[in-house]
């Protein structure tokens, strides 16, 4: 059944999703996607806009930082103050003061996450060019909701590692500082699971509470408009899904990892990359939608247009707590360290997902020729993620007993290491 009716301006409105001007070309209404143009552009230009525009955002927050009438520049320099006034406080000389180290620290930060093959990986690609049918398109739906509903949790694993125990070099500032990382990943896992409150009155009653609309919940609507009960949602999870799963895990919340390298796993490592894929995935649905007459809806694809939205907001919010912990080079090192784990968690993923969702071969990140300021300078994450595949519960993982075995991992390494 035609779900289509007639736009504005003569053109053909294909659900809420897409407009189909008279020339041809496609509008998306702003609130499915910052880009009405999304359809009419290559891959290559989508991530090209985004990474303009978040750099764009990124110094537009840091021209505040340096603005005095502005609260989060007076509250960082009522922290200087007090830094200053203890003997040895590094704080009072942090780059947060020095005039262009803040937005040369992201540059080269963003440069190196945005710079990286799995935001081009060959499934983002061709599912962006529609290139998919309905039944690989729902394969993919359920094998990906694995990965979206098992990290959820990765926010609140990094967001426990910051206490009042925690080694810190900021002294009388150590609390505060990291309070305030605290309450940037919770405003990150309140968006994830769609609660919050400030007060007892606006609290929500506890049918409310349950049913609140969180990304999970966002997902199962995708379900809805591709038909699949809820009986057939949940389903055990690839080895290369698995993997991920247990990367991002392993890097937020293990001991093996520091604070600052969980903090860059949640941040930057999971964060920058997601406006963009989720669009390169979004606009393949909506083309799939349009060109095969299958009705979805806003409704159905709301979490792939959430997270475009909200995403941004979430890699500067991130990106400003963990600049409070980088002091010199060895930091930023391990913060790229730290981002390389997690994308070639997800390229991993994304090559199995490749060649289960499309029955064809997919090279691997070592088979790329990948440059080598992405190879793992250290194989923590090798032993570490050995250790939890060796773990992990009967039937939550396909042919759980060879995957409790493998040795094989997703990474690449230095020579040195």
Same mark, same amino acid.
């Given at each position: ?7 504005r301006?003569?053109g ?11 020339d041809?070309?496609?509008r ?6 910052p ?7 290559s891959a290559?230009? &989508?991530?090209?806009?985004?990474k ?11 021209r ?8 989060l ?9 007090i ?9 009072a ?9 803040l ?5 080269d930060?963003h440069?190196?996450?945005? =710079? ?7 499934f983002?690609?061709?599912v962006?060019?529609g ?11 359920l094998?990906?909701f694995?990965?979206i !509903?098992?990290?959820r949790?990765?926010?609140?694993l990094?967001l426990?590692r ?7 070099p900021?002294?009388?500032?150590n609390?505060?500082?990291s309070e305030?990382?605290?309450i940037?990943l919770a ?6 699971y769609g609660v919050?409150s ?15 609309t ?7 609507q995708l379900?809805e408009?591709?038909?699949i009960?809820?009986?057939q949602?949940?389903?055990a999870?690839?080895?290369g &899904? ?5 990367t991002?895990?392993l ?19 999971m964060e920058?990359?997601v406006? =963009? ?5 979004l606009g ?7 060109d095969h007459?299958v009705p979805?809806t ?8 959430a ?10 919010a991130v990106?400003l707590?963990t600049?409070?912990?980088v002091?010199g ?5 391990a913060? !790229?360290?730290?981002?390389n ?7 991993g ?15 691997a ?11 793992l300078?250290d194989r923590r ?7 939890a595949?060796?773990q ?6 396909q042919d759980?007993?060879a995957?409790?075995a493998r ?11």
């Amino acid at each position: 059944m035609s779900i289509t009716a007639q736009g504005r301006a003569g053109g053909t409105l294909f659900s809420d999703l897409v407009e189909v001007l008279p020339d041809g070309s496609t509008r998306l209404p702003e609130a499915v996607h910052p880009m009405p143009d999304l359809l009419e552009l290559s891959a290559e230009q &989508v991530l090209s806009r985004f990474k303009e525009s978040q750099q764009a955002d990124f110094s537009s927050v840091i021209r505040e930082l340096e603005d005095p009438a502005n609260p989060l520049y007076q509250m960082l320099h009522e922290l200087r103050a007090i830094a200053a006034a203890q003997p040895g406080n590094p704080f009072a000389q942090h780059r947060l003061f020095e005039a262009g180290a803040l937005q040369a620290m992201f540059l080269d930060l963003h440069n190196h996450v945005m =710079e990286h093959p799995v935001w081009r990986h060959p499934f983002f690609v061709r599912v962006f060019e529609g290139r998919i049918t309905q039944r690989q398109l729902t394969t993919f739906a359920l094998h990906y909701f694995n990965q979206i !509903k098992n990290t959820r949790q990765c926010v609140a694993l990094s967001l426990g590692r910051f206490s009042g125990v925690m080694a810190s070099p900021y002294g009388v500032l150590n609390e505060r500082l990291s309070e305030l990382t605290q309450i940037v990943l919770a405003q990150l896992v309140a968006d994830e699971y769609g609660v919050g409150s400030h007060s007892v009155e606006d609290y929500p009653s506890m049918g409310g509470l349950f049913q609140s609309t969180t990304h999970i919940v966002m997902y199962r609507q995708l379900f809805e408009g591709l038909g699949i009960p809820f009986e057939q949602q949940d389903i055990a999870m690839l080895p290369g &899904v698995a993997d991920n799963v247990l990367t991002q895990r392993l890097v937020a919340g293990s001991e093996e990892f520091t604070p600052l390298e969980s903090l860059a796993s949640v941040g930057l490592g999971m964060e920058w990359g997601v406006p =963009e894929f989720f669009s390169l995935l979004l606009g393949g649905m909506i083309r799939f939608a349009r060109d095969h007459n299958v009705p979805l809806t806003q409704r159905h694809l709301l979490v792939f247009i959430a997270h475009v939205r909200y995403d941004v907001l979430h890699a500067i919010a991130v990106m400003l707590v963990t600049s409070f912990f980088v002091r010199g080079q060895q930091d930023i090192d391990a913060i !790229k360290n730290a981002t390389n784990t997690l994308m070639a968690g997800r390229y991993g993923m994304m090559t199995e997902l490749y060649r289960h969702v499309f029955g064809e071969p997919c090279p691997a990140l070592a088979e790329i020729g990948l440059h080598p300021r992405y190879h793992l300078r250290d194989r923590r994450i090798e032993a570490a993620l050995r250790r939890a595949r060796a773990q992990v519960a009967e039937g939550t993982v396909q042919d759980v007993a060879a995957y409790r075995a493998r040795q094989d991992t997703p990474y690449v390494f230095a020579a040195e290491v």
